[in-house]
């Protein structure tokens, strides 16, 4: 098992990541001193019916006793993230609170369990401890660190929101064993990212073994994702609440990318991955018409590695109209130039460029239209 540490002064917490360290559960919370005998732990039938029994005997062997909320079946699992699902759990929580029992949470799941988890966990009696036990490639490597929470309005994602920090991570890499294909694919798209970002050596591994090459071999998953959780954890301590320019390197690929999914919510057929992979070049294109992009040879190692991990280059049939409106232009004012790109200069190394005109950002959209 390695660890590493979130340096937030008296709000800082360890990131355990390691294969099958689940069972030591107990043993983490006992370092954080988390002295709750009575957890909730939020998750989402898919998941738990491959861990429940070997989370609740990790925990019995510290004393604590654990309550599953199972959130209900849903065709998309983003549906978790909503009020209905948050207020029965504040009510599950309220109820064994009331028996007199001190509670905390453990959210053992994706980023939609763990934003849902933390968002209740930051509100409850204005904050209760809770932990992060990701299930996901995407929250071991980004959503479980940072204490972002939150809960979807029908209005849109993420509407309601708190920046929580959880008290420990437990990435045991052995629960990715059952997640489906696509969400490994997803996964490696925010890991491409951070090796594009900050970490030349994270992009050559990936570059060298691929999807396969990483996901087979148990020492090197544990190395990619602790170099990006190494990355993602001190990025949050420099910024915890987003405002020194400094996180926001963390949204390379998400501004077109965000774009593309919003633009083609109805069809269901791009996942964040995906999108976010299209995201990263339509950036990398940009850069280059800025001339920002020093390293010439990026946008064709990072479509090669792309391929590699079954994310794709292009997005599908989406009007340029349609993308700009899904960034917040509206017709009269596309000529404003208002938005702010995380553009890649070397592998490893971004810039922050505000005001992207509207012709490059036009020429780069077209050029990854299929
Ligand atoms: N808080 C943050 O900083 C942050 C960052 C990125 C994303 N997010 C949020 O995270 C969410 C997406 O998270 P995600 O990509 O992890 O998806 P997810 O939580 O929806 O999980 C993906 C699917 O995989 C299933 N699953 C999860 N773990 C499994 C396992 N081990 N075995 C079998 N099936 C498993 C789930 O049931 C679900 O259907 C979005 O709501 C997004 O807004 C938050
Ligand atoms: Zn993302």
Redesign the pocket.
Known sequence: MRALQVRLKDRSYPIFVGRDILSRAADVLNKVKISQKHAIVVS?K??AA??QWRLTDALAKGGVEAAFFLTPAAK???AA?SQGTYFKLIKQLALLDGKGRSVFLIAL???????LT?FAAAVYRRGIPYIQI??????QV?????????I?LPEG??LLGAIYQPRAVLSDTA??????DR?WS??FA?VIKYGVIRDARLFSILEKNGKEGIRKNHRLLEKVILRCARIKARIVSEDEWDKKDIRIVLNFGHTAGHAIEAASRFSREVT??QAVAVGMLIASDIADSLGVLKDKTLTGRLEKTLLKFDLPLFYKGLSTEALFRAMGYDKKKTDSGKNRFVLPVTIGKTAVVSDVPTDVLTKALEKRRN
């Open positions: 989402q898919e998941i491959h861990c998309s699992s983003e993230k799941g994706g980023g939609v369990i763990g934003d933390g990701p299930t996901t490639l995407t929250a980004d959503s479980a660190i940072g204490g972002k929470t939150g979807d994602k993420n629960l990715l064993d059952t997640l489906p969400h997803d996964g925010e964040h991955g």
